[in-house]
T-cell receptor, first 116, second 115 residues
Framework: DAGVIQSPRHEVTEMGQEVTLRCKPI?????LFWYRQTMMRGLELLIY????????DSGMPEDRFSAKMPNASFSTLKIQPSEPRDSAVYFC??????????????FGEGSRLTVL | AQKVTQAQTEISVVEKEDVTLDCVYE???????LFWYKQPPSGELVFLIR??????QNEISGRYSWNFQKSTSSFNFTITASQVVDSAVYFC????????????FGQGTELSVKP
C-alpha cells in the first residue's frame, strides 16, 4: 500500500514568492495533519482535518499560511508571501480513527522548504 | 494543558550497550494515548508504538521495550544491545482522546550509537 505522499520533496524559493506544498493521504484515512519541524521549535502542529473539514488551525502561524482539503485524497498547504523564517521541513500525516480510538499517525517523507 | 518533556537532548552510547530514553507527559484527560516515533538521518518519521492510558502493561518488541507508569506520568523507552542502526532522533508524543488524534511531540532525544 502506498504511504502518505508529499510533493515537492525539496523547494528553494525567494522571499515573497508563493509556495504550495501538496499531500496525498493514505486511502481510507479520515484525519489529515500538517506539521512543521524546525530546530528551534521542534515538531509543531499547524492544522488538521477530519473528513476534509478543518478542525483546528490554531497552530497556523499567521495569515500568510492557508491549508485546504478539497477531497479525501488531496490537501495543500500554501504560504504567501514566503519569508526566510518559514524555512523548515513540512510533514503531512494521516490517520484512521476507529471505534473512537486514536490511531497512529503515518507521516510522509516531508517537504524541505528553504526561503532565501 | 498537555505537554511532553524529553529531558535528554542527546545520548551517546557504544554499540551493545543498553540505553533508556525518558519521556514525561502532562495531561488533564483520563483517556489519552502515548506514542514513540523514530526519525533516522533520512528524515522520515517512523511509528514505533502506541499505548492507551488504560493499558499500563509493559511491552517488548525485539530489542525495544517500553515502560508506562501512570503514577509518575512517564513512558520510557529502552533499547537493549544497541546497534549503530538505532542512531536516530526519537520522539515521544501524547494525544488526548477528545483532540481528534493530534499529537503533541516532545523535543526529541538524539541517540548516537558508536561502533
Amino acid at each position: 500500500d502506498a504511504g502518505v505522499i508529499q510533493s515537492p520533496r525539496h523547494e528553494v524559493t525567494e522571499m515573497g514568492q508563493e509556495v504550495t506544498l501538496r499531500c496525498k493521504p493514505i486511502s481510507g484515512h479520515d484525519y489529515l495533519f500538517w506539521y512543521r519541524q524546525t530546530m528551534m521549535r521542534g515538531l509543531e502542529l499547524l492544522i488538521y482535518f477530519n473528513n476534509n473539514v478543518p478542525i483546528d488551525d490554531s497552530g497556523m502561524p499567521e495569515d500568510r499560511f492557508s491549508a485546504k482539503m478539497p477531497n479525501a485524497s488531496f490537501s495543500t498547504l500554501k504560504i504567501q508571501p514566503s519569508e526566510p523564517r518559514d524555512s523548515a521541513v513540512y510533514f503531512c500525516a494521516s490517520s484512521l480513527r476507529t471505534g473512537g480510538n486514536t490511531g497512529e499517525l503515518f507521516f510522509g517523507e516531508g517537504s524541505r522548504l528553504t526561503v532565501l | 494543558a498537555q505537554k511532553v518533556t524529553q529531558a535528554q537532548t542527546e545520548i551517546s552510547v557504544v554499540e551493545k550497550e543498553d540505553v533508556t530514553l525518558d519521556c514525561v507527559y502532562e495531561t488533564r484527560d483520563t483517556t489519552y494515548y502515548l506514542f514513540w516515533y523514530k526519525q533516522p538521518p533520512s528524515g522520515e518519521l517512523v511509528f514505533l508504538i502506541r499505548r492507551n492510558s488504560f493499558d499500563e502493561q509493559n511491552e517488548i518488541s525485539g530489542r525495544y521495550s517500553w515502560n508506562f507508569q501512570k503514577s509518575t506520568s512517564s513512558f520510557n523507552f529502552t533499547i537493549t544491545a544497541s546497534q549503530v542502526v538505532d542512531s536516530a532522533v526519537y520522539f515521544c508524543a501524547l494525544s488526548e482522546h477528545n483532540q481528534g488524534g493530534k499529537l503533541i511531540f516532545g523535543q526529541g532525544t538524539e541517540l548516537s550509537v558508536k561502533p
